[in-house]
């Protein structure tokens, strides 16, 4: 498996907006989003996998143009593909850093899709 960011993408056939700040891409001919999320915030709960990140402040990395791709990512992905889409998790060095300041190793996971 691909072990960095560009790598997943790719690996995935993916192509981000910007290598330097997108946090999820699209295929080409838009078949497929893959979206990078933080493995801190995946637990199982029953038979559903869920993501949480409502306890987390947002302020700081909401505006950022990587969030509002992802957001528009996320919407094609539910408009054209069930809702369904690729994940690249993010494992943080530092779970007490914010996002941007985390440090973070990179792996592909097919779990949506």
Same mark, same amino acid.
């Given at each position: 498996?691909?072990?960095?960011?560009?790598?997943?993408?790719?690996?995935?056939?993916?192509?981000?907006?910007?290598?330097?700040?997108?946090?999820?891409?699209?295929?080409?001919?838009?078949?497929?989003? !893959?979206?990078?999320?933080?493995?801190?915030?995946? *637990?199982?709960?029953?038979?559903?996998?869920?993501?949480?990140? *409502? !306890?987390?402040?947002?302020?700081?990395?909401?505006?950022?143009?990587?969030?509002?791709?992802?957001?528009?990512?996320?919407?094609?992905?539910?408009?054209?593909?069930?809702?369904?889409?690729?994940?690249?998790?993010?494992?943080?060095?530092?779970?007490?850093?914010?996002?941007?300041?985390?440090?973070?190793?990179?792996?592909?996971?097919?779990? *949506?899709?």
């Amino acid at each position: 498996m691909p072990q960095g960011l560009r790598e997943c993408f790719a690996y995935y056939g993916t192509v981000p907006a910007n290598p330097r700040w997108s946090w999820s891409a699209r295929t080409p001919d838009g078949s497929a989003v !893959a979206v990078t999320l933080w493995q801190d915030r995946l *637990f199982r709960q029953g038979n559903q996998l869920i993501y949480d990140d *409502f !306890a987390i402040d947002t302020k700081a990395w909401s505006p950022r143009l990587g969030n509002k791709e992802r957001l528009e990512n996320l919407q094609w992905a539910r408009d054209h593909s069930s809702g369904r889409f690729r994940v690249i998790i993010r494992i943080a060095k530092d779970l007490n850093q914010q996002p941007e300041m985390r440090g973070q190793r990179t792996t592909c996971s097919l779990i *949506f899709g």
